[in-house]
């Protein structure tokens, strides 16, 4: 291959390896792929592996491509990056639709290695944003807080069941008891946790607070979606915010045929879980987003797609305060309609 204009390494991660496949791309946009190499998922591996990328360097526009694989990808990301090397973390959905359009059939890591190869020479990739050490910090907590929040849930389900169950003993009562004390303390310690870091940042600590102006919103719910999202880092516009969160809408209709419409799915479901109770009490509390969903329940047979079409407005809200530095207006549209008629009459 003549004139390579780009070079993409693609790196399929595991708990114990990675496997890397170098790819090319010349003038001609004709494209070639090396053999896969797997190196162990830790600091001798990730060198090893640099030194195999440098004897292999064929170009000094040189990308890396990854997935993000729960946290396994993350110790060789911040390698990475500490390298000042280009890279690009992708959800696992989005190579899986790439994966597809390519008619690609067989599911090994080395193939893996090779599409996301691939995919980094043929689209122009966002290169990952490294969260600060606040952000890594309250992002931890902040899953942890929602698998207590979680249990406590497991264990008050089984305690009202055991509590009705047919020849049920005190002792195994006694016992859940003290889990759901365990599980509650722990949560109250984590979101302390979370508030005093936060608060070490006063900056980033008046944002939240003015973000929980909005009605039906807490401070647990905002940290979480910021925790998640890295501040909104790499977000541009609501139409990216709301597709991170897998709550852009999904059209199913063909000619005649008009199937449902629903959420996608197709994205963070750490969000999604943390604005679902939000969303019901917005849905009462606030009073435009009432007004929302009561228009949109008398129209939908589904009560669960009013609260989901809340919570997308929550997000959405959340990420313009959040962008804006501001407090939220409950007559903010009122407000603006009025001065664009004092306008058009002066």
């Given at each position: ?6 070079q ?8 114990d ?5 170098i ?11 090396g ?11 990730f ?13 000094s ?52 290695a ?94 939240v ?83 929302f ?41 009122k ?12």
């Open positions: 291959m003549e004139n390579v204009v780009k993409c390494v693609g790196i399929d991660v595991s708990k390896t990675i496997d890397c496949c790819g090319t791309i010349d003038s001609n946009q004709q494209m070639k792929f053999k896969s190499k797997k190196f162990e998922n830790e600091k001798k591996g060198d090893d592996m640099l030194a195999w990328v440098e004897v292999n360097r064929k170009s526009n040189l990308y890396f491509v990854m997935e993000a694989t729960g946290v396994y990808y993350e110790n060789l990301a911040y390698f990475i990056d500490s390298q000042n090397l280009k890279l690009s973390v992708i959800l696992p959905s989005m190579v899986k639709y790439f994966a597809k359009s390519i008619n690609v059939k067989t599911k090994t890591d080395s193939k893996d090779e599409v996301l190869s691939q995919l980094g020479l043929e689209r122009k990739l966002n290169y990952w944003n490294v969260p600060t050490k606040l952000m890594r910090q309250i992002k931890l907590l902040c899953r942890e807080y929602r698998e207590i929040k979680a249990k406590i849930v497991v264990v008050k389900n089984q305690l009202h069941a055991k509590k009705r169950c047919f020849g049920n003993t005190e002792n195994i009562e006694k016992r859940l008891e003290q889990q759901l004390i365990l599980f509650e303390s722990q949560s109250s310690e984590i979101e302390k946790e979370i508030k005093e870091l936060s608060m070490s940042d006063p900056e980033f600590y008046v944002k607070e003015r973000i929980c102006t909005l009605p039906g919103v807490q401070f647990m719910t905002v940290i979480c979606i910021l925790a998640e999202t890295n501040g909104f880092a790499l977000v541009k516009n609501v139409k990216q915010v709301v597709s991170y969160a897998g709550m852009d809408i999904q059209h199913n209709q063909s000619g005649i045929k008009e199937g449902k419409s629903r959420i996608s799915k197709k994205g963070n479901g750490f969000i999604r879980n943390a604005l679902y109770m939000p969303a019901l009490s917005a849905s009462k509390h606030n009073e435009a987003l009432s007004l969903y009561n228009q949109l329940k008398d129209r939908k047979p589904a009560k669960k797609i009013a609260v989901t079409a809340v919570a997308r407005k929550l997000l959405i809200l959340i990420y313009i305060l959040w962008k804006n530095n501001t407090k939220y207006e409950p007559n903010y549209e407000n603006r309609q009025t001065e664009a008629c004092l306008h058009g009459m002066s």
